[in-house]
């Protein structure tokens, strides 16, 4: 059984008007940190360390859309659900495709959410009892929403004055260990850095930030990661919390990198992996966007590419996927 392609269960088109509740979703529970480590790593699935391949042609193209990319897999029953960002040229809104193997997908409904500051998407499905959590991206400065049934409610804010997620959270990426909910996700500051940082919660609505946050920094002067890091996808096998995210460089080609942990906190690079480019035309600039699931002997990745190196849409961006065995 995978262990992070989050079973859930079908959605159907879901509309909420949220716009109205940007002003008040926040006046709670904001501002909370404390000091934490995730619980003790799985120790059965792939140890590390990885290789990679990847299939050459996208398996979600964008068609008439300018861009498609953000996968988020879930799996329910055997069927794959795909809750992937769309960009019209206008807004960002999440659809949804299924598949019964991951790699031939059917699109259907789109997620109606309501798109607050252009954009409701780039986000992280997860099932929780008999509902569906979907934490994601919206408002500006961005910060993290979430929609579970019919209720629709910010959960985590931008950080205060000085913070390394003072101007914006971004990119959520959830798990659940030890009965915790865990989400990375970009903080940026008033110098427009992007790091990666994680938050803690008991019920996935209330979080509390790690005080020493960020948990990974830029990457050195002409590394594939100095000028922001994004997208963070984690998980844990063989013994360590595993981490992929997105490097942008100077000239904002993009590539996925690989980290690791023993307490899902305290972060370093792998040294020996090479970090992910596009070996084709259609991903050749841009490599991101990773969500993972885990199997005995390999890690499918699902992610997005494109032909142009732009540090936002625009890019032709396709979803792909590769695998880490």
């Not at 159907?12 to 949220?18: C, D, G, L, N, T």
Request: overall charge negative.
């Amino acid at each position: 059984m995978a262990t992070n392609a989050h079973e859930c269960t079908r959605i159907r088109s879901i509309r909420v008007y949220a716009c109205s509740f940007v002003a008040i979703a926040f006046l709670s529970g904001c501002g909370r940190y404390s000091d934490f480590v995730l619980p003790a790593p799985e120790a059965t699935g792939p140890p590390g360390p990885f290789t990679w391949s990847a299939m050459p042609e996208p398996v979600i193209a964008r068609g008439d859309m300018s861009d498609v990319l953000n996968p988020s897999v879930v799996k329910f029953n055997g069927e794959y659900q795909n809750f992937f960002s769309v960009f019209d040229g206008k807004e960002w809104q999440t659809h949804l495709a299924t598949s019964n193997d991951g790699i031939t997908w059917k699109k259907g409904n789109s997620l109606e959410l309501s798109a607050y500051g252009g954009i409701a998407a780039n986000g992280s499905a997860l099932v929780v009892g008999n509902g569906i959590y979907y934490w994601y991206q919206s408002d500006a400065p961005p910060r993290i929403f979430l929609l579970h049934g019919q209720k629709f409610q910010g959960v985590l804010d931008v950080g205060p004055v000085g913070s390394f997620d003072e101007r914006g959270v971004a990119d959520p990426y959830v798990i659940r260990a030890g009965g915790e909910f865990y989400l990375f996700y970009l903080g940026q500051d008033r110098a427009r850095r992007q790091r990666l940082g994680v938050a803690r919660s008991s019920d996935g609505v209330k979080w509390e930030k790690l005080r020493s946050n960020p948990i990974l920094e830029l990457g050195a002067p002409g590394a594939f990661d100095e000028n922001g890091l994004g997208e963070p996808a984690v998980w844990s096998s063989g013994g360590s919390y595993w981490m992929l995210y997105t490097g942008r460089d100077r000239g904002e080609r993009r590539r996925i990198g690989l980290a690791r942990s023993a307490d899902g906190v305290h972060w370093e690079r792998d040294p020996n992996f090479k970090p992910i480019a596009g070996t084709e035309n259609w991903d050749r600039e841009v490599v991101c966007d990773p969500t993972v699931e885990v199997l005995a002997d390999q890690v499918r990745v699902w992610f997005g590419g494109g032909d142009l190196p732009r540090p936002d849409q625009g890019i032709h961006g396709q979803i792909g996927l590769g695998f880490l065995k």
